[in-house]
């Protein structure tokens, strides 16, 4: 006696890779109303379909399958992918840019939204400055030299500084005396990071400080106030204002430490200790 044919539980017993089997779904589940997409079990079957077809796409760019099965169930509720020829291909192009997004979201440190315009996806993905295999004294200018101005004597155009340990020093002492004066060592590491590795891409500290004195989004993601980030940009970088040229307000921090001033000499200067205790994130939001 011929055995009852047993339905495969898979995609493929149910049709779902053929387009007009899934065509005829997603209408149905659409005229249904939303609520049938939590109760219908063809709706979990497909979905379930979805994160094993996508599996391969998404452990590729680092995620979880559900996670394109996900980005599957946006895009197959859209009258598009009902209207296609293929709905499979739209669907399937759908997970394919969302993963690109996800992955470049992951690697920029941003949203996927923004990961998705060219504007931010040109960019390399977020490293730490720690991080770099070559000191940035090879090949950056601005640990070397004052960019903003020189001295009469001329005594800032020769200084050099060989190898990494006097720059990641310098990063570790001015974190510590931001620390020192009130600032959160997050908070404090974390904005320090982010100032040295413009610096880096930039081909001066007056450049450096400009970009970052106009970038909201970094300012956003580090969670300071406008005021505290522009003073932190002049402790740090130096204050591009012309009659403080060759001063150690004009020079920076990172410069300061960089020539040869310890940091027990940038504890005992009065004017930045100041400085950086008003830049304290705490202490500008509690300002009226």
């Known amino acids: 006696m011929p055995q009852p044919h047993t339905p495969r539980r898979d995609g493929r017993g149910r049709g779902f890779e053929n387009s007009e089997r899934l065509r005829e779904l ?17 709706a979990a079957a497909l979905m379930r379909h979805a994160a094993d077809k996508y599996a391969a796409l998404a452990r590729k760019h680092g995620l979880d399958p559900w996670e394109a099965a996900t980005a599957a169930f946006e895009a197959m509720r859209t009258p598009s992918v009902r209207r296609a020829d293929d709905p499979w291909a739209v669907i399937t192009r759908a997970v394919q840019i969302t993963c690109i997004a996800e992955d470049r979201a992951n690697g920029l440190l941003c949203s996927v939204h923004q990961a998705r315009r060219p504007r931010y996806s040109s960019f390399h993905d977020a490293e730490r400055f720690s991080d770099r295999e070559n000191p940035l004294t ?5 640990f070397r030299a004052d960019p903003f101005a020189h001295d009469d004597d001329g005594a800032d155009d020769e200084v050099e500084v060989s190898g990494s340990t006097g720059v990641e020093s310098a990063v570790e002492d001015t974190i510590a005396l931001l620390c020192w004066y009130g600032w959160e060592p997050e908070v404090a ?5 982010c100032i040295c590795a413009r610096l880096a891409e930039s081909v001066s500290r007056a450049g450096a400080y400009e970009s970052l004195r106009r ?7 580090l969670d300071i ?3 505290s980030w522009y003073r932190l940009l002049r402790i740090i970088l130096g204050a591009p204002d012309v009659h403080l040229a060759g001063t150690n307000a004009g020079r920076g921090v990172l410069l300061r430490l ?12 009065a004017d930045l200790k100041v400085a950086i205790t008003i830049a304290a ?8």
């Not at 590491?189 to 990071?193: G, L």
Request: aromatic content about 6%.
């Open 138 to 142: 090879d090949y950056h200018p601005a």
């Open 281 to 288: 994130p705490g202490v500008m939001r509690g300002r009226p």
């Open 189 to 193: 590491r974390a904005a320090v990071e």
């Open 215 to 221: 970038d909201r989004h970094a300012r956003a993601l």
């Open 26 to 42: 997603l209408t149905r589940l659409n005229t249904a109303g939303p609520d049938a997409w939590r109760t219908d079990p063809d």
């Open 225 to 227: 106030p406008a005021p």
């Open 258 to 269: 960089l020539i040869g001033d310890s940091l027990r000499h940038l504890f005992n200067d």
